[in-house]
């Protein structure tokens, strides 16, 4: 990974690590082997038979017997709240609870305050970033000034400036004209557009998913075809236009089959799902624990299954947290009126490999796969467990159990709807683009 790629993060001591004996597995080389892995200056030199690596003199030695060394992973979707909302998270917290959850690399969106509409307010988060991210940070800017949905955002000066895609997340881009103008600019800049999908006027008042619990609790609903109607047309722009679009948390089976149908048409699309989507439905509302409130809604157990499946086909390209940490004022009250969106950066991976790799649902070297694949559609080049590519490593103990927020939160906001789940499966340590950027506190390590 390299400035051009448009990621920024700061100054670190480049890692010299032997770490034994792990289980490497990277499903994009091919590789699932129990090895010696050598990090040289930040960059892998040497992926060899336990204890036939080379000797690395003054290097930190990992023994790493029972653990999996996995590439680490890439998020496409994360709020860090900068600028304006400091408190809820910042570029040194959101990072760290990143290379907590084994990530080497994040996509942070732009609905900030002020929203990251111009080159000026992304040049001033990418010098933050250069001082204070502990992991590499891609930011997008947005569509629309300020938000608004009505004035395009000078993209191609802002693509120039080092925004490795635009989104509006937060919010649709509802109006079609401007998307398609949106979509003209897209092909002329390059970066890809990545899309909330919603129809503000079918979504309403909504607070949950519509369905029977909603009816049941009487509370107002967001249907699902909020989000498949407004797939349906931006698929249908995007081919019109040559463009290419990245489709956000779906969280719905008519969405996935919209999606499915786009890419046999030929639509240059690609699309993402949550962790809370792929493991939890509507039937959680049922607390009425604002927790579980979010934007797409948890919705039915049809529409997971839907899900689960797409990610296994490949209709669905990555797994993206859509990590939205927000202050306890903003979720400590009724559920109509929280807030919504959760945290998820810290235990994504530990969640998935509990409730899908565990019990048989999905391949661990399916799930390393999408959890990896998140900067493709930003042109970020997903990480390799091999000789000469930058170091950039999750070492998992597969094993571990934890009880999420037992330990606190890397994260300054506290809103996971995991909360008190026991997981199996955590992250040990990561190395982020050649650095150590986390290790668990009870990790053991020498250095030769
Ligand atoms: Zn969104
Ligand atoms: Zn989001």
Redesign the pocket.
């Known amino acids: 990974m390299s400035a051009a790629s448009g990621l920024v993060w700061r100054d670190g001591e480049a890692a010299d690590l032997v770490v034994r004996g792990a289980r490497a597995l990277d499903p994009r080389t091919g590789v699932d082997d129990t090895l010696d892995l050598v990090v040289r200056n930040g960059e892998i030199i040497e992926l060899a038979e336990p204890g036939a690596a080379t000797e690395l003199e003054g290097a930190e030695t990992i023994e790493a017997e029972g653990l999996l060394a996995l590439p680490a992973f890439v998020d496409p979707h994360v709020h860090f709240r900068v600028p304006g909302q400091e408190h809820k998270e910042d570029l040194e917290t959101g990072t760290r609870a990143a290379a907590a959850g084994g990530y080497c690399a994040v996509v942070a969106m732009a609905n900030t305050e002020p929203a990251i509409d111009s080159a000026a307010v992304l040049g001033s988060v990418r010098e933050r970033a250069e001082r204070e991210a502990s992991i590499p940070v891609g930011f997008v800017a947005t569509v629309t000034k300020d938000m608004g949905g009505e004035e395009l955002t000078e993209m191609a000066e802002m693509a120039d400036a080092g925004a490795v895609g635009f989104s509006d997340?937060?919010l649709p881009i509802s109006n079609g004209r401007v998307l398609r103008r949106a979509l003209q600019y897209q092909r002329l800049a390059g970066r890809v557009i990545a899309l909330?999908e919603e129809d503000p006027d079918l979504s309403g008042d909504g607070v949950m998913h519509e369905g029977d619990v909603s009816a049941v609790l009487g509370l107002a609903g967001i249907p699902a075809a909020s989000e498949s109607t407004a797939i349906a047309r931006d698929c249908a722009l995007a081919l019109y236009e040559g463009a290419r679009i990245h489709v956000?948390?779906l969280s719905a089976r008519a969405s996935v089959e919209e999606i499915r149908r786009a890419k046999e048409a030929g639509v240059e699309v690609t699309c993402e799902a949550t962790p809370h989507h792929l493991t939890l439905t509507d039937e959680e509302v049922r607390s009425l624990d604002s927790r579980f409130k979010m934007?797409p809604p948890l919705r039915t157990e049809d529409d997971r299954q839907a899900l689960i499946e797409a990610l296994r086909d490949g209709t669905i390209d990555c797994v993206a947290t859509?990590h939205a940490p927000h202050a306890p004022e903003d979720k400590e009250v009724p559920f109509e009126q929280a807030a919504m969106g959760v945290t998820g950066l810290e235990k994504a991976f530990s969640v998935l490999h509990t409730d899908l790799v565990l019990p048989g649902i999905l391949d661990l070297e399916l799930l390393v796969e999408r959890m990896t694949a998140g900067g493709i559609p930003f042109g970020i080049e997903p990480p390799r467990l091999e000789a000469g590519a930058a170091a950039n490593i999750a070492l998992v103990d597969p094993e571990a159990e934890w009880v999420v927020g037992a330990d606190g939160y890397e994260s300054r906001s506290h809103n996971s709807c995991f909360v008190g789940r026991t997981l199996t499966g955590r992250v040990q340590m990561t190395v982020a683009g050649g650095r150590v950027a986390f290790r668990q506190r009870s990790f053991a390590m020498g250095v030769a």
Request: glycine residues 14%; aromatic residues 0%.
């Open positions: 997340d937060g909330h956000q948390h934007n859509d």
